[in-house]
């Protein structure tokens, strides 16, 4: 079992899915995180509900023999994996950039992540 801590962006409710499964479901056979850090993930974690970009901090588990590919897109350090089922996470950090703002919140821990999240759904 690899266990490597990666980054995804993801609008609120998304983020929200996620925490209550526990798990990221592939997209076509494929999902896609960030190696090289948070800072790149922003445009896919746009929320307009919410009005703020979002990234999670992700610990992966994936199981021995799927697929790990690095490819070269606009974010940095992309890795894919390459999978139909789905893959076990554990959020462990939310990076929230604001509309408008140029500053980056950092919001720890799982009940933390989900109390900002449900604050903030108007």
Known sequence: ???PVW???ADGDKILQ???EGKMRPHH???FYSSSGFAGCFAMGADRKRKACFVMKLRCHIPDGIEIQS??????GTKVVLTTAPIQVEVLELYVRPAKASSVETIKGSSAIRQYL???AH
Do not use: C, D, F
Request: glycine content about 10%; cysteine-free; charged content about 15%.
């Open 118 to 120: 449900s604050a903030h």
């Open 1 to 3: 079992m690899n266990t």
């Open 7 to 9: 980054y995804h962006g």
């Open 71 to 76: 490819r070269s897109t606009n974010v940095p």
């Open 29 to 31: 056979g494929e999902v």
């Open 18 to 20: 996620i925490m209550r």
